[in-house]
């Protein structure tokens, strides 16, 4: 996400550039337009004034053509006049010319008024071929500019894919071998591994699944304990009834041959009484 947002950003910023870039392409086209439409104006005054028949007026063809191209050069160039003083001070000089043959109508007077006119002619055929060739040059690097922004995007979208490819090829290859290992662990511990736990190192879903096969095996080892001790516990009671069988057995296999000698031993006490057997000694055997 990240990346896809510098990536985002940089290719708004750079098709600001352009857009800017563009605004001023309109300007130029803008001022290119306002010298086409001035040198125009201005060549037709001077066509009208080389033109003029002999005898003809010449302050009355001046007063017909060359105010207008004058003012179609100041209302044209008048948002301009500070990036262009050059062509101000001739269309000033030019309007100085006009009025001096209006004052005074003679060939001299016009000759200095074609000469100024011609001055103005060249003066803005110069400045807007300038203003041409920056045009063509803008055009040129607004163009370069487009094919860089869209290379550099496909680059960047590219590089991104591979990225982040690679990423997700890594990540889930080290999630198969973790959950590799998980399998493994797990069926040693079924099959009665009782080792050190493995270790978590990591913070998602396969950590808990491995503390989870940890505690599995933590449990089985204390239900193996427990399991042992319940067992040993039974094989002593098992012992101890063994014990006491054996016990009363052996009792009752010494118990019947004590009381048949009991009974000979009374037997031969009361005889002896009688003063028969008085050599057996039967209140020794009773004792």
Do not use: W
Not at 12 to 33: G, H, I, K, T
Not at 182 to 204: N, Q
């Amino acid at each position: 996400v990240l990346y896809g947002a510098l990536t985002a950003a940089y290719v708004l910023a750079e098709r600001q550039r352009m857009f800017d870039r563009l605004s001023a392409m309109d300007e130029m086209s803008a001022v290119e337009e306002a010298f086409r439409r001035s040198g125009l104006a201005v060549s037709n005054a001077l066509l009208v004034l080389r033109q003029l028949p002999l005898g003809g007026d010449p302050a009355l063809a001046a007063r017909e053509t060359t105010p207008y191209a004058l003012e179609v050069v100041e209302h044209s160039l008048q948002d301009l006049r500070f990036k262009f003083p050059g062509v101000l001070a001739l269309h000033a000089a030019t309007q100085q010319r006009l009025a001096a043959l209006s004052a005074q109508p003679g060939p001299a007077s016009l000759i200095e008024l074609r000469e100024s006119l011609v001055a103005l002619a060249r003066e803005i055929d110069r400045e807007g071929a300038r203003a041409v060739e920056r045009s063509r040059a803008m055009a040129k690097s607004y163009r370069d500019h487009s094919d860089r922004i869209t290379i550099t995007a496909l680059a960047l979208g590219l590089a991104g894919l591979v990225i982040f490819g690679g990423v997700t090829a890594m990540f889930f290859t080290r999630l198969a071998a973790d959950l590799g290992l998980l399998e493994r662990r797990a069926k040693e511990i079924v099959s009665g591994y009782r080792g050190e736990p493995f270790e978590v190192t990591r913070r998602d879903e396969v950590g808990a699944l491995t503390r989870a096969v940890n505690r599995m095996a933590q449990d089985l080892a204390r239900r193996e304990r427990d399991i042992a001790v319940v067992r040993e516990e039974r094989a002593h009671r098992e012992k101890m009834v063994a014990l006491g069988a054996m016990a009363s057995n052996l009792a009752h296999e010494i118990g019947n041959p004590l009381a048949t000698i009991s009974a000979l031993a009374e037997s031969i006490n009361s005889r002896q009484s009688s003063g028969e057997c008085r050599a057996c000694q039967p209140d020794v055997i009773l004792d």
